[in-house]
Each structure stands twice: as C-alpha cells, then as structure tokens.
C-alpha cells in the first residue's frame, strides 16, 4: 500500500504500482483526492501500526518550489513527537528538486548557526529549492498554529527533565505531575475520543478531522510526559527536514532529525559539519541521489568525454555488447580504451578545448554536501549469484562519500527506494536477531538493543 508519508515499505508488484500510479494521475479529473487521502491516512496507521488519536495534523499542501505534504504524528514508545515530510512523487516535487542552485542563506539560518561556525566569515550555502520548501512548511505551520504547539510541547520536556533531576525523591514537589498515568488528565479536561466516526466526520473530508484544536487537546493530554521532537524524511523529504531542524534545534535542544537517502547536493561544508550535532543521515549502497550534485554530474560527465576520446570500438559495437551480454563471466572483454598517449592529435586538441572551457565554469559551483552524520548501509554478496544481498552498516564522512562521485550501475536508483531501505533493514538487523515484524523494533525494550547494535557495527 503506498502512503505519501512512507512512499512504499515493501516491494510492491510492477503491474499493481503502475496501475497506483494511473489512478493518482486521474484522482484531479474524477474528484478523488479526498478518497485518496483518506486511504493514505488508514494507510499510515497500518504501516506505523499506530491509533488514529496518534496521528495528529495532515497536509497535503504541494506547490514548486513551495510546501511539502507533511504529517505531525505522536509515537508512544519513545514519548516522541514526529514530523514527517513527503519526498519526491509529484511533478511538483520535480520542479523543486531542480531548483538546485545553491544560494547563500547566512541571513535564512537562526543565529546560533552563526555562531557554531569556526569560520565567522564564511558563507553558507544550501539548495534553493529546499530552502523556499522548509520556509513554505515553517509558515504554514505557524498560520495553523501547529508550530506554537509543538515548541510548547517540547519546552514542558525540558522543564520537567529539570525538575526530574532537581528532585528525585519519592513525593517530591512536581514528582505527580511527572508519574501522571495516560489515563489521568488536568482538572476539567476530558480525552478526545477518535473512532471510525471521527474519522469520516465531515463527509470524508479530513479537514473536519485534523483542526488545531483537536492538536491542542491530545498534546495537553501527554502534558505529564516528557515529549521529544523528531523531524524525518526521505529523499527531498529528508532535506527538507534537515533546514527545518535548523530553525526549530535551538527552541527544541533535544530535537534529532533522522535523513533517510538525502540528497547530496544540499549544504556546504561548513553547514554539514554543525548539522551532525542534530542529524543522522543514512545512504543505501550505490543510491544516485545521496551523491548528486552539480560538481559530481560535472566530473561524470567529463569522464564520459575522455572515454569517448580514448574509445577505439564503434558505440554501436559497445552498446550492443552490454544489451546482448556479451561482456562479463569467463569472456575475456575486447580491448576497448586506448592509452592516453594514443589519442589521435585532432581528438587530443578537442578534448584541450574542452576541459579548458570546463575548467573555467567549474568554479563558479561551491562544493555541496549531504547532512550530518552519515551512516552507509553497504550490500555483500555471500556464495552464488543468486544469493540474497546482506547488508552492514558504518560510518563514513560526508566528502569521502561525494568524492567518491555517482556509481553508473543499475543499483543507483533501486536502492534509492524506500523498500530497498527496508530489506536492508531487515537484513542487517536479522545479523543481531533483531525482528522488524510486528512492531517489535518500536518497542522500548528494542530500543536500546538497535542502538547498541548500530554502535557496535558503525565503526
């Protein structure tokens, strides 16, 4: 089932994801949307395995350039507050994703960026279009009033962990209001009951559903709870939420942005390396888009050229052996490149001219790198050729993974789905014995087990 939120957990049919995809296109013509939306809701619930009282404002706001559909949801287990951002589906996301130019954003960023760099004077820079949509979200969420209760919760987390550390004796001052069972509410207060009703109040329509009012009465209900904020996302989502956890990191210290598959065209050196104090990135194999940027194109694109000066075969004699297989296996490969210094004179003063023409555009680019921590899950193949692919995980730094450039293979964009990032899930964690079924993973008890996993294997 796809859900905008999680765009696909599971590796859906090709027959069954075409015929989702036609009928999202047609849903504008025959007035669908808000039946759609409606099941994407049901469908979030089932993939979280979450109540409908835990998911608590939906947007399906989406413009170029502009908003992301993005979700605000309430996680039990770990007391969380998460805010989800949509990647990449619509032609509207496209638009966005090709707003790529980097552009300066000293005076977008909060002060206490300014401050946390080492170099006062530097600029720093972020992709345009990634930018004007974490903006685009920021206001929205103000004009609802969605952001004033989110800070709120939050800051009652940090004033009841000061309390909690100030007094620790049994009966001390605050020590009921922070034992407050889920159960018990502030006089007056009754708890908001969400059923299937509820739910299709309004004719179906979710805007009858999802009010900032009802926002308010679930939050002050957890107001005993010390509630942590976390912001996620995948691909463009991913990015978004990361400039978003820029603006929301000094009201909410405790915040952590998870960036699954970000892009790797994002923000400069200098912005990646303070975006680790609140940022984990995770990069699937040979994922295209976490190593995108217009300095990788421009080196992929140069070394296109030198093989084609060096290439002694006719293309067609090529590009016959890769469709046909004949490359590969026990076959000795025809010699197809020749040395550098067999490049015939007319070829070798066309390729000058190029790479002198090039040269003189390729600083006009800063070097953009993806967010934070960056956590690699890396395929291995055990045994024979069809044998399933196992995954591990390390640590890596951010340059080392753009100078690496963009792999051509036919795993750059398969394993930038978020299926894939599930398998791989899946695969690395059946390492340790850990389960992704049946919420096991979301339970507290497992919690502790992942992390210490992740430490022991991210080295």
Same mark, same amino acid.
């Given at each position: 089932?796809?859900?905008?939120?999680?765009?696909?957990?599971?590796?859906?049919?090709?027959?069954?994801?075409?015929?989702?995809?036609?009928?999202?296109?047609?849903?504008?013509?025959?007035?669908?949307?808000?039946?759609?939306?409606?099941?994407?809701?049901?469908?979030?619930?089932?993939?979280?395995?979450?109540?409908?009282?835990?998911?608590?404002?939906?947007?399906?706001?989406?413009?170029?350039?502009?908003?992301?559909?993005?979700?605000?949801?309430?996680?039990?287990?770990?007391?969380?507050?998460?805010?989800?951002?949509?990647?990449?589906?619509?032609?509207?996301?496209?638009?966005?994703?090709?707003?790529?130019?980097?552009?300066?954003?000293?005076?977008?960023?909060?002060?206490?960026?300014?401050?946390?760099?080492?170099?006062?004077?530097?600029?720093?820079?972020?992709?345009?279009?990634?930018?004007?949509?974490?903006?685009?979200?920021?206001?929205?969420?103000?004009?609802? *009033?969605? $952001?004033?209760?989110?800070?709120?919760?939050?800051?009652? !987390?940090? /004033? @009841?962990?000061?309390? #909690?550390? %100030?007094?620790?004796?049994?009966?001390?001052?605050?020590?009921?209001?922070?034992?407050?069972?889920?159960?018990?509410?502030?006089?007056?207060?009754?708890?908001?009951?969400?059923?299937?009703?509820?739910?299709?109040?309004?004719? *179906?329509? $979710?805007?009858?559903?999802?009010?900032?009012?009802?926002? !308010?009465? /679930? @939050?002050?209900?957890? #107001?005993? %709870?010390?509630?942590?904020?976390?912001?996620?996302?995948?691909?463009?989502?991913?990015?978004?939420?990361?400039?978003?956890?820029?603006?929301?990191?000094?009201?909410?210290?405790?915040?952590?942005?998870?960036?699954?598959?970000?892009?790797?065209?994002?923000?400069?050196?200098?912005?990646?390396?303070?975006?680790?104090?609140?940022?984990?990135?995770?990069?699937?194999?040979?994922?295209?888009?976490?190593?995108?940027?217009?300095?990788?194109?421009?080196?992929?694109?140069?070394?296109?050229?030198?093989?084609?000066?060096?290439?002694?075969?006719?293309?067609?004699?090529?590009?016959?052996?890769?469709?046909?297989?004949?490359?590969?296996?026990?076959?000795?490969?025809?010699?197809?490149?020749?040395?550098?210094?067999?490049?015939?004179?007319?070829?070798?003063?066309?390729?000058?001219?190029?790479?002198?023409?090039?040269?003189?555009?390729?600083?006009?680019?800063?070097?953009?790198?993806?967010?934070?921590?960056?956590?690699?899950?890396?395929?291995?193949?055990?045994?024979?050729?069809?044998?399933?692919?196992?995954?591990?995980?390390?640590?890596?730094?951010?340059?080392?993974?753009?100078?690496?450039?963009?792999?051509?293979?036919?795993?750059?964009?398969?394993?930038?789905?978020?299926?894939?990032?599930?398998?791989?899930?899946?695969?690395?964690?059946?390492?340790?014995?850990?389960?992704?079924?049946?919420?096991?993973?979301?339970?507290?008890?497992?919690?502790?087990?992942?992390?210490?996993?992740?430490?022991?294997?991210?080295?």
């Amino acid at each position: 089932m796809r859900t905008w939120a999680f765009p696909i957990c599971r590796r859906p049919p090709t027959c069954a994801a075409n015929i989702t995809l036609f009928r999202k296109c047609m849903s504008k013509v025959f007035r669908l949307q808000d039946s759609y939306r409606q099941r994407n809701c049901e469908a979030i619930l089932e993939v979280t395995g979450s109540d409908a009282s835990d998911l608590l404002f939906v947007s399906y706001a989406n413009t170029s350039g502009g908003a992301l559909p993005y979700l605000v949801m309430r996680h039990r287990p770990s007391n969380s507050l998460v805010i989800s951002i949509r990647g990449t589906v619509s032609m509207e996301d496209l638009i966005t994703d090709l707003l790529s130019q980097p552009v300066d954003v000293s005076d977008w960023l909060p002060p206490w960026v300014q401050e946390a760099q080492s170099h006062k004077d530097e600029c720093m820079y972020a992709h345009a279009g990634v930018v004007s949509a974490a903006t685009a979200i920021l206001l929205d969420m103000e004009e609802k *009033g969605l $952001l004033k209760e989110l800070l709120a919760a939050a800051k009652r !987390r940090a /004033l @009841l962990s000061r309390m #909690s550390t %100030r007094y620790s004796g049994e009966g001390a001052p605050g020590s009921q209001t922070m034992d407050r069972s889920d159960d018990s509410l502030p006089p007056g207060e009754q708890r908001a009951e969400v059923s299937d009703t509820a739910w299709r109040a309004g004719g *179906g329509k $979710l805007e009858a559903f999802f009010t900032i009012d009802r926002v !308010r009465t /679930l @939050l002050r209900q957890e #107001s005993g %709870r010390t509630m942590k904020l976390a912001v996620t996302g995948h691909s463009l989502g991913a990015a978004v939420a990361c400039m978003l956890s820029f603006q929301l990191h000094q009201e909410c210290p405790d915040l952590h942005c998870w960036a699954f598959c970000p892009p790797g065209g994002l923000m400069s050196w200098n912005l990646s390396v303070i975006s680790r104090r609140f940022c984990t990135s995770l990069v699937v194999g040979k994922d295209a888009i976490s190593r995108l940027s217009f300095n990788t194109v421009k080196r992929m694109v140069d070394e296109m050229v030198v093989c084609l000066a060096r290439c002694r075969r006719p293309k067609l004699v090529v590009l016959s052996d890769l469709i046909l297989r004949r490359r590969g296996g026990n076959r000795i490969p025809p010699l197809t490149l020749c040395d550098m210094d067999e490049i015939p004179e007319d070829t070798l003063a066309i390729l000058e001219r190029y790479f002198r023409t090039s040269l003189s555009q390729g600083d006009s680019q800063p070097e953009m790198y993806p967010p934070g921590s960056v956590m690699f899950l890396r395929p291995f193949k055990r045994g024979r050729k069809k044998t399933p692919v196992q995954w591990d995980a390390v640590w890596i730094n951010a340059a080392d993974l753009m100078g690496e450039g963009l792999h051509i293979s036919p795993a750059m964009m398969l394993h930038h789905r978020l299926y894939n990032l599930t398998e791989a899930f899946e695969s690395f964690f059946a390492m340790y014995d850990i389960s992704l079924e049946g919420g096991a993973a979301r339970t507290p008890a497992t919690k502790p087990r992942i992390r210490r996993v992740l430490g022991k294997c991210c080295v």
